[in-house]
């Protein structure tokens, strides 16, 4: 019959098996309860989270347009996405930070990154690509952030435009 599989025990069963992962996996989301007072790290250590944070001040670091990744709080936002992930990712997340810090011990942060993103595109190492995982978490949590939206990209929100004059770049223009 249709949509039964290839005999009639394996689909039941399968779809019986999808329904429980789905449930286990995808059910409702926890809240994320409100904090009073300053962000309290759930998965960094102290150490941890000022060291996240300022190799992501350097990813992302403050201009004359914007500010950087700290004052966005982005090292909150990789928290909150950590302690959230399973636990394989907070293991490697854990492993990762703990082989920078040894890193840095002979070197600075500067020459780290700048010895990470030579590698990006072909990483090497377990530490290349840790430096894309972070890299990435900082721009998804900057430009998840009212400063990355706001100050960064300069969004205005949704607005009404009643008369859109079209494209002015001259190699536009027909």
């Known amino acids: 019959m249709a ?13 019986r098996s999808l329904r429980w ?13 409100k904090q009073k007072g300053p962000y309290q790290f759930v998965f960094f ?16 670091p403050s201009d004359d347009h914007s500010p950087g990744a700290h004052e966005a709080r982005v090292v909150e936002f990789a928290d909150l996405m950590i302690s959230e992930s399973p636990s394989y990712v907070q293991e490697d997340w854990r492993n990762a930070i703990r082989l920078v810090a040894s890193e840095l011990k002979q070197s ?3 020459a780290w990154l700048e010895a990470a993103s030579q590698q990006e595109h072909d990483p090497q190492t377990v530490l290349d690509l840790f ?7 900082t721009i998804n949590g900057y430009y998840s952030s009212a400063i990355g939206i706001h100050q960064e ?9 009643a008369l859109f004059g079209g494209c002015d770049h001259p190699e536009h223009k027909s």
Request: aromatic share 8%.
């Open 3 to 15: 949509g039964e599989g290839c005999c009639s025990c394996c689909r039941p069963r399968f779809w």
């Open 21 to 33: 992962r789905m449930a286990r996996n995808c059910g409702t989301p926890t809240a994320i309860p």
């Open 45 to 60: 250590t102290p150490e941890e989270a000022a060291l996240v944070d300022t190799l992501m001040e350097k990813i992302i």
């Open 108 to 110: 600075s942060a500067e």
């Open 131 to 137: 430096f894309r995982t972070l890299k990435q978490m």
């Open 153 to 161: 990209m300069q969004y205005q929100g949704n607005t009404y435009v």
